[in-house]
């Protein structure tokens, strides 16, 4: 099978192979489980080498006959294939980056490692015969390969060489990558192995956190797997008229609905089990979040019985019509027939990934960006923005409870109903409500992460539908940066932990679908559950099991000012009242300038190198009342300055929907910019927040009272670039690029990058290969 008109075989297409040779080698060892394989690439000029030094390295698929169970993080990554270099020569033009003392790396993997969930496909070439071929599970491999291609789900690509090495050896490696990064069955994860070897030991903990726990930071997330996560929930949101409902219990009427979930309370129980029936999924209408002016927000699934549609619709809507306290009507939002499907999603993102990926990456910039624009990416994420922003007038403005209807209920209600909540409620523009919204409408509501994820290589119902609700959320914070306490890092870092296969977070298609397969594996591997409904995976909030403290500290945003902070003033507490006008009208930017309702035709020229999308303004069209009412409302919005506090709106022109260049551009080395880039001013306004940090510690002190004792006053800062003394070195620092915290090398396969050969890589070494597949390659 070739790779035909894939987008990723037009890409290839245009990379010439490299020819150079230099020495290398395989080590193999028995081994015992291939769930815990990853594969790792060593990068032509890392930061780890200095000049004039020889690196040594080595490229091994090893397992020990009697493995240590896993005791932290870096367990996952034993047994491994590893895939190394040895290189002989001194590096030409070093750059001062590489000398830096930096170090932001992942606590789970190397600085290159590649985990197996992440690989999206395996591309095998011989140079002489002019072959390749994609590799899948169960395939045979009839040419010896001379190059190895591993495209990754992140934009990242990893080529090796394999010039004189034997030809046998490296078909074989070939074929065991492919066979081990598609595993055909959930439980061949990596998850269940670590989980399953913690279980043996007695052990509850990984890395000194317990397995489910949501920490990781200075406040616990909610997980919203018990009735009282649920009930605070409604608490903070003040919902009167709302209970929570505990009929699924043990997934008895939904399996893709949490075991606890909110419901109107004029709605019994006994109702709710008749009505259930005719939904799709059985996912009946829940709750998802309540206005301070009693308007709900609602997600439900479609009806499928026509029959009983009108007389279930009716009940429904009249019971969310008494749970308000006006009895308001109940405004209703078909998902379905207002925003792109999730098969428009997934062409658009693989149009966008082979926009980033081919080479060369840009011809000129009016074609890059008519590429861009054709590929109707940002088009999608101005849509979800604009409909979401609609429903907050209707639930804010107009006072009305709204319904979001969707075929099934498990993917486009999942943004728009978390874009409505980030936009109305600023405790979900906190990182810990931030990780509670996605717990509560994506994980507890039955997203389905493993399919569309594609953990098991499944490409028919792969979608990025997780990641373009990060990208809206991404545009909001890049407009009103002011308002979100996390920053783009943090949600760069959120979208990479999908691709873990280690956090139960992001691995199920439903909580009911984790209990089942964890407790069918524990019976398979004699574990005793106890009480436990299910294995208890590592959760992927808690941060600890990632990434140090120090690194942490970058998914703080200096922007962010939070409330009031109280001080101490002649023995009297005090508070610093920050109004909106000094702050929100420097950090948001000016609004757009508005004429009759449109953008001028300056803010219609994007400047260059600016990755925005140049529109035209649409024609004035007749409105009705509702229309001009939702236009007012908005004009409003823009013309004062945002509420940090309270609602925030996006502008939905052209000039500020924009491309996530952090997210899209970290491995393209001809997008980086050294000591450039949005990172420049994090850094300056950096220092500055923790100068005004370090003055208002002082402030909050008595006057001539004793200094305080060792505590919370006296931690270590929140954000990573620190103010230092007067004798700390002036200026940005060397290591930062466009592309910070993220490795600056880009790509192994650009043009503008040295090769990564594996020359005699697999010379003299003894292939273990565990299946019988793998043994039949001819």
């Given at each position: ?305 026509v029959l009983q549609q009108r007389k279930i619709e009716q009940r429904i809507c009249n019971a969310i019509t008494k749970s308000h306290p006006q009895r308001n009507d109940v405004y209703k939002s078909d998902l379905d027939k207002t925003l792109p499907n999730i098969q428009d999603i997934q062409v658009a993102f693989v149009k966008l990934k082979q926009l ?64 409505v909540q980030v936009m109305l409620d600023p405790y979900f523009r906190t990182i810990t409500g931030f990780q509670s919204l996605i717990q509560k409408e994506w994980v507890m509501a039955g997203y389905p992460f493993l399919d569309r994820c594609n953990h098991l290589k499944r490409s028919e119902k792969e979608a990025p539908v997780f990641l373009l609700f ?68 590592p959760s992927v909030w808690d941060w600890s099991l990632q990434f140090t403290p120090k690194d942490r500290t970058l998914f703080h945003n200096p922007f962010y000012i939070g409330k009031s902070t109280p001080c101490v003033q002649n023995g009297s507490v005090k508070s610093f009242k920050r109004t909106k006008k000094s702050y929100s009208s420097t950090l ?191």
């Amino acid at each position: 099978m070739g790779l035909g008109s894939s987008p990723l075989g037009r890409a290839l297409r245009r990379v010439p192979a490299r020819q150079l040779a230099r020495p290398g080698w395989l080590q193999t060892e028995p081994g015992q489980s291939h769930r815990e394989l990853s594969a790792r690439g060593r990068r032509e000029a890392g930061p780890g080498p200095r000049p004039g030094r020889t690196e040594q390295a080595a490229a091994s698929c090893s397992r020990s006959s009697r493995p240590d169970p896993p005791s932290g993080p870096t367990s996952c990554r034993r047994p491994r294939l590893t895939i190394r270099l040895i290189r002989n020569r001194k590096l030409k033009n070093w750059s001062p980056f590489f000398c830096q003392k930096f170090h932001y790396r992942n606590l789970l993997l190397g600085e290159h490692d590649v985990p197996l969930t992440c690989i999206e496909q395996i591309v095998t070439l011989n140079d002489h015969k002019r072959k390749q071929k994609v590799l899948g599970p169960n395939q045979k491999l009839k040419f010896n390969p001379t190059e190895l291609i591993i495209y990754c789900k992140d934009f990242r690509i990893v080529r090796f060489r394999f010039d004189e090495s034997g030809p046998e050896s490296a078909k074989k490696v070939c074929l065991a990558i492919a066979h081990y990064s598609q595993p055909t069955d959930l439980q061949l994860l990596f998850a269940f192995e670590y989980v399953g070897k913690k279980y043996h030991n007695s052990a509850s903990k990984a890395n000194g956190a317990p397995l489910g726990a949501g920490g990781g930071g200075s406040q616990k997330t909610p997980l919203f797997e018990t009735y009282s996560d649920w009930d605070r929930e409604v608490k903070r949101t003040g919902a009167s008229g709302w209970r929570v409902c505990s009929i699924n219990e043990g997934y008895m009427i939904s399996t893709c609905l949490p075991e606890y979930f909110v419901v109107p309370s004029s709605l019994a129980d006994q109702d709710l089990k008749v009505f259930s029936h005719s939904f799709v999924g059985r996912r009946m209408p829940f709750w998802c979040w309540s206005h301070s002016n009693g308007s709900a927000l609602v997600r439900t699934a479609l009806i499928r019985d026509v029959l009983q549609q009108r007389k279930i619709e009716q009940r429904i809507c009249n019971a969310i019509t008494k749970s308000h306290p006006q009895r308001n009507d109940v405004y209703k939002s078909d998902l379905d027939k207002t925003l792109p499907n999730i098969q428009d999603i997934q062409v658009a993102f693989v149009k966008l990934k082979q926009l980033c990926v081919n080479e060369p990456f840009e011809e000129t910039e009016e074609k890059w960006l008519s590429s861009l624009e054709n590929t109707r990416w940002l088009e999608y994420v101005r849509a979800f923005l604009k409909h979401a922003a609609e429903l907050v007038y209707v639930l804010e403005s107009k006072r009305l409870s709204v319904v979001l209807q969707e075929e099934e209920g498990r993917d486009l209600s999942c943004i728009i109903a978390s874009l409505v909540q980030v936009m109305l409620d600023p405790y979900f523009r906190t990182i810990t409500g931030f990780q509670s919204l996605i717990q509560k409408e994506w994980v507890m509501a039955g997203y389905p992460f493993l399919d569309r994820c594609n953990h098991l290589k499944r490409s028919e119902k792969e979608a990025p539908v997780f990641l373009l609700f990060l990208d809206t959320t991404w545009q909001l914070l890049e407009q009103c940066p002011a308002a979100f306490e996390f920053s783009e890092t943090y949600l760069a870092v959120l979208h990479d932990s999908t691709r873990v296969a280690l956090f139960g977070t992001f691995l199920f298609n439903s909580p009911h679908q984790r209990m089942q397969q964890s407790t069918e594996f524990a019976i398979s591997k004699n574990i005793q559950l106890g009480d436990e409904k299910g294995l208890k995976f590592p959760s992927v909030w808690d941060w600890s099991l990632q990434f140090t403290p120090k690194d942490r500290t970058l998914f703080h945003n200096p922007f962010y000012i939070g409330k009031s902070t109280p001080c101490v003033q002649n023995g009297s507490v005090k508070s610093f009242k920050r109004t909106k006008k000094s702050y929100s009208s420097t950090l948001r930017g000016m609004p757009a300038s508005l004429k009759n309702g449109i953008i001028s035709e300056e803010e219609l020229r994007p400047r260059r190198n600016s990755l925005i999308l140049q529109v035209k303004p649409a024609p004035l069209e007749t409105r009705d009342s509702q229309d001009w009412g939702a236009e007012r409302f908005f004009q409003e919005r823009a013309s004062r300055p945002a509420d940090l506090h309270g609602t925030i709106l996006p502008h939905l022109s052209g000039a500020h929907i924009k491309l996530w260049k952090l997210c899209y551009f970290r491995w393209v080395p001809e997008a980086q910019i050294q000591h450039g880039g949005f990172i420049t001013a994090f850094h300056k306004l950096s220092l500055l927040a923790d100068e005004v940090d370090v003055l208002s510690r002082a402030l909050r002190q008595p006057r001539g009272g004793p200094m305080p004792a060792p505590g919370p006053e006296l931690a270590p800062s929140r954000l990573y670039f620190c103010a230092g003394g007067p004798h700390d070195a002036p200026g940005t620092p060397d290591f930062l690029s466009s592309s910070f915290p993220f490795s600056p090398v880009g790509n192994l396969c650009r043009r503008s990058i040295s090769g990564t050969p594996l020359s005699k890589f697999l010379s003299g070494a003894k292939i273990w290969l565990s299946t019988e597949t793998l043994a039949n390659e001819d």
